[in-house]
């Protein structure tokens, strides 16, 4: 399953135990609460506590990182993401960072090579 892990708890669990693997994205421009409002809509807590469950189900987690250029290729704040999952037994899931220009962001570039790499280093 892919999803932006913006589930209610309730039926998250009923959904877990019914997924082998879930690739949950992940925005790390927005990993503070108010900037994740102001950029999805929502707050970032629901999506971290969605991670946790799925790892606390033992279900094969990858995380996607959206790393678009001139809006979510934010060093520190990816800094921040990985602190985030070293801290909560992450340091082992897969972590993919990317950008495709679809849909709406057409007018944005694909994410330079040079930006992909540190963002790399960084997360390792």
């Known amino acids: 399953m892919v999803s932006n892990g913006y589930i209610n708890e309730e039926p998250h669990l009923a959904l877990a135990g019914k997924n082998d693997a879930v690739n949950t994205d992940l925005k790390s421009k927005s990993f503070s609460n108010d900037i994740y409002l102001k950029f999805n809509a929502g707050t970032l807590d629901p999506v971290l506590n969605t991670l946790r469950i799925l790892r606390r189900m033992n279900v094969w ?64």
């Open 61 to 124: 987690v990858e995380i996607t990182n959206q790393v678009i250029p001139t809006w979510a290729d934010d060093y520190a704040m990816i800094r921040k993401m990985r602190q985030w999952l070293a801290a909560n037994g992450f340091t082992e899931v897969p972590l993919h960072v990317r950008f495709f220009p679809l849909y709406k962001l057409t007018h944005l570039s694909q994410t330079p090579t040079s930006t992909l790499v540190r963002a790399k280093e960084i997360a390792l």
